[in-house]
């Protein structure tokens, strides 16, 4: 919150022009039940989409400004996927997560699902955070402090990372270990895809290069899910 509302020290005039200047935007810390006593499973991004939030949709995603009460900001931050979740993305993670025993919505599954993203600042365009270099770097270590904390307070089981951008990004940002990755055709693609099992302070993570939410209607999770737990 400290780097949001004081973001100019960060960036230079000419840089400001980057910044999508939504009315009621705020940092993402994290989206799901991260006070669920529930072990959980994490996913992983880039950065939020200027699509979460009021002054981009009558009815916003994410139901909070930076003029809320910190309570009501967390509660936003909790309760996301049960307002209006961005599910043309969260949704068709949701499947692979299943199979993982894990949801984001559905509290039947033995694993509550949270998400991360790597930058907490909106951005109209994927490379607009990429071009505030300054503030990258500065979000970057937020990030990691923030990731270090839950990490040590709340029990997480495995990271599932779709697409190759996020993987690079956790494994710069946060960091893995004992990496290992395959390359193999599958069935809803004409082009084959990375594989990669690693870990992070002894928590497993997955990731697929294939970036799910682009194969909508096509992706067999089954596959997916079979080829990452046998690497």
């Known amino acids: ?25 705020i940092p993402v810390c994290w989206f799901g039940h991260l006070d669920s006593s529930t072990p959980k499973v994490l996913t992983f991004g880039q950065n939020p989409s200027f699509r979460e939030f009021p002054s981009y949709r009558s009815k916003p995603r994410f139901n909070a400004s930076d003029t809320s009460p910190i309570q009501d900001i967390i509660k936003s931050y909790n309760e996301y996927f049960n307002v209006n979740p961005y599910n043309s ?21 033995s694993k509550v699902a949270i998400h991360f993203d790597a930058y907490s600042i909106s951005t109209r365009k994927s490379e607009d955070i990429n071009k505030l270099k300054r503030l990258t770097k500065v979000l970057s270590s937020q990030s990691k402090n923030f990731f270090d904390l839950v990490e040590k307070f709340d029990k997480i089981e495995k990271i599932i990372i779709v697409g190759s951008h ?28 990375r594989f990669i099992k690693a870990e992070h302070n002894g928590i497993p993570v997955f990731c697929t290069s294939a970036y799910l939410p682009n194969f909508f209607g096509k992706v067999n999770y089954n596959e997916i899910y079979n080829i990452l737990i046998k690497i």
């Open 89 to 109: 993305w969260f949704g068709g993670i949701e499947k692979l997560l299943n199979l993982f025993n894990a949801s984001y919505y559905n509290p039947q599954f």
């Open 166 to 193: 996020n993987y690079d990004l956790f494994k710069n940002i946060i960091g893995i270990s004992n990496e290992k990755t395959i390359k193999i055709p599958v069935s809803f693609s004409k082009n084959s895809f």
């Open 1 to 25: 919150m400290d780097i949001w509302k004081n973001k100019n020290n960060y960036i230079s005039q000419s840089q400001a022009h980057y910044f999508n200047g939504l009315q009621n935007a």
